[in-house]
């Protein structure tokens, strides 16, 4: 079964949300919806799980009961202990007794929570309360984990442990998509989708998005045009749309980062909004 | 500085809830105040019973009394009753001298100024006030500060539970779980029910302790009268969190809301003696009525059939306050879901509890619309 959500148009007002987005996920897989601020990545994620009413688009997805949702703004109830909050997300969805303890404590095991089970969640440091917002959207097993970008300001140590969380999920059969602002991330899915401004810049695996970007970029550390260049450490790269860069510039494979960023820009030009 | 105060006003244009508070409560301030605030009871309704009371009744000052009810063969009974059902501020009985005037000693103005009228009738008529003998204005504030204070709970606390399940985000969370909208209220509401509820019987029995106001009607049509009137102000909580985006928004809000409740709804002054067209308002407000039930219960021992309309008027606003909540509540939670297809394996879920919560219908007619 895919779960999706096809040829997705929202609208708020005159701001066009997403236009003609589509994003499937298989299960067992993870998907990483990737974008800067404003891309749309929260706004296709809460169509799939149902916050929001497409104008246009179908979605295909399982039952609120087996969907497991963490959102960008919370995750968790702050005045509520950590057990608290995973006793309250199990009796929402008919856990009790021993399954839910049982299920409770190894999800706060991995979870590395367990010695904070009475603390409230305000409490918790941002790594520690997103680590239990996510122990409570597995909580009752989903079908469909969706995740609103579970590290945003997160550690690196504790991202290391989401992302552990995120696979061990994946591998237990569930179908995963989280949207995230770092790339480095969006490399460990399996298939990924790159939003700018509420359209789909590419989509595949790591390696189809790769394989399908067109033109060159280029390694300087005086940019041609800047208004096609980016920073990357000390140097900028510069993008070359399916033109050949100067004699002098030092040519690169690009990573994905590089991909996303130069096909944003390039769509960027092509409506007329580089700055 | 210059950019300091260009930074305000620029701050206050997008802060409509401030500005029309800034602009509509001075306006609404002084509207109260001049038609409203005022203690002096121009007419009372009397009733002349007994085998003078024809006679009686047209030697009353037509400009204070409006004798609604003459009853010749009427007793001394029949006129407590009268005043018992709130029907009259004053019943005469004739038939003996002097005649006897019983006063309603509930409506604290109102009877002020009828003993004051009788007092110029000499010796012809004596005054006996019931209900309220001293005409201890604790005797009637407390009845109503039972009513101030769930209205408080109800609109204010609520909301703001409401609210915060807004801005920490959780309410996302929520409409998302496979929990109905009714259920989310019902659940939010309940512990602030009870503890409306717990702070209801404290007060009353304060009150009846501290200041010995009686309590001298049935307590399950005053617990009834208090149910009704709870779900009331509690659904205005929820309608005010629906309208607001964070805790501040809900309190400025709820106290808009507060406000005319105590000064208009005849807790402070009396409707009585309010000029139409602002006594109306009180007219539109659940405290009023509230306050209706509980100073006739608690001072009149008056029964449910005396307090039907009361009954009624808090029956009928929290269907409608309750149900405008909800479906707004409802909005908030669970926006319709077109095009929404329920995965075949989840089926067996969705039918296990049918349309639960924010959770799809299952649909058939795939495809797209657009």
């Known amino acids: ?275 | 500085m210059r950019a300091m105060i260009v930074k305000e006003f620029r701050e206050l244009s997008r802060d409509r809830r401030t500005l029309a508070m800034l602009i509509g409560m001075p306006l609404l301030l002084l509207v109260i105040f001049g038609y409203a605030a005022n203690f002096r009871v121009p007419t009372v309704t009397a009733a002349a019973v007994g085998p003078g009371a024809s006679r009686l009744a047209a030697t009353l000052p037509s400009s204070f009394f409006d004798v609604t009810r003459i009853e010749p063969s009427g007793t001394r009974a029949d006129a407590e009753r009268l005043l018992k059902d709130n029907t009259v501020d004053v019943a005469i009985v004739t038939g003996r001298q002097p005649a006897l005037a019983l006063v309603d000693g509930s409506n604290l103005f109102a009877s002020q100024a009828i003993v004051s009228v009788l007092n110029t009738f000499g010796d012809k008529i004596s005054s006996q006030i019931l209900y309220n003998p001293d005409l201890k204005t604790s005797w009637v504030m407390v009845p109503a500060i039972i009513g101030l204070i769930l209205t408080f709970i109800g609109t204010i606390v609520t909301s703001i539970g409401l609210v915060r399940e807004r801005e920490t985000g959780t309410l996302e969370q929520l409409a998302v779980m496979p929990i109905r909208p009714s259920t989310v209220i019902l659940g939010k509401i309940s512990p602030y029910f009870l503890v409306a509820s717990l702070d209801m019987v404290v007060i009353t029995g304060l009150g009846m302790l501290l200041f010995s106001v009686p309590f001298n009607g049935n307590a399950f049509v005053f617990a009834l009268g208090a149910a009704l009137f709870l779900f009331v102000v509690l659904g205005l909580g929820v309608l005010i969190s629906t309208i607001s985006q964070t805790a501040g928004q809900a309190i400025q809000t709820a106290f808009m809301f507060l406000l005319p409740q105590i000064l208009l709804s005849g807790m402070i002054f009396p409707l009585d003696a309010m000029a139409a067209g602002v006594r109306w308002i009180g007219y539109l407000l659940p405290l009023t009525y509230f306050t209706m039930i509980s100073q006739g219960v608690m001072l009149r021992g008056a029964s449910m059939a005396s307090l039907w309309l009361p009954f009624l008027m808090l029956a009928v606003m929290a269907v409608v306050v309750f149900s405008g909540a909800t479906l707004r509540f409802r909005r908030d939670l669970a926006p319709s879901r077109h095009h929404r297809h329920v995965a075949a394996e989840a089926d067996a879920d969705a039918d296990a509890e049918p349309h639960a919560g924010p959770g799809p219908a299952p649909t058939t007619d795939a495809g797209r619309s657009g």
């Open chain 1, 1 to 275: 079964m895919t779960y999706a959500v096809r040829s997705a148009v929202v609208r708020f007002g005159d701001t066009l949300a997403l236009d003609d987005v589509t994003l499937e996920v298989e299960p067992g897989s993870v998907v990483a919806v990737v974008g800067g601020d404003g891309a749309g990545k929260t706004t296709l994620l809460r169509g799939l799980v149902g916050r929001i009413r497409l104008e246009h688009g179908e979605v295909d997805a399982p039952s609120a009961h087996q969907i497991g949702y963490l959102p960008a703004t919370a995750g968790s109830w702050p005045a509520l202990t950590v057990a608290q909050n995973m006793d309250f997300v199990g009796g929402v969805y008919g856990l009790s007794g021993t399954t839910l303890s049982a299920r409770r404590d190894e999800l706060l095991r991995r979870a590395a929570l367990l010695d904070v089970v009475d603390r409230p969640a305000s409490q918790l440091s941002g790594g520690m309360r997103r680590k239990l917002g996510f122990a409570m959207a597995m909580l009752h097993d989903p079908q469909l984990l969706v995740l609103d970008e579970p590290s945003t300001g997160v550690d690196p140590v504790s991202r290391i442990d989401l992302w552990r969380l995120v696979s061990e999920a994946a591998a237990a059969g569930a179908a995963v998509v989280m949207s995230t602002t770092y790339l480095d991330e969006a490399e460990r899915a399996a298939t990924l989708l790159a939003l700018d401004d509420g359209r789909m810049l590419a989509s595949g695996t790591r390696a189809d998005v790769l394989r399908s970007f067109d033109g060159v970029v280029a390694r300087t550390t005086s940019p041609h045009r800047r208004d096609w260049a980016w920073r990357r450490g000390r140097e900028f790269h510069e993008y070359w749309p399916g033109e050949a860069a100067p004699r002098d510039a030092t040519t690169l494979v690009p990573d994905l980062e590089d991909v996303v960023i130069a096909l944003s820009l390039l769509r960027r030009h092509r409506h007329g909004l580089a700055s």
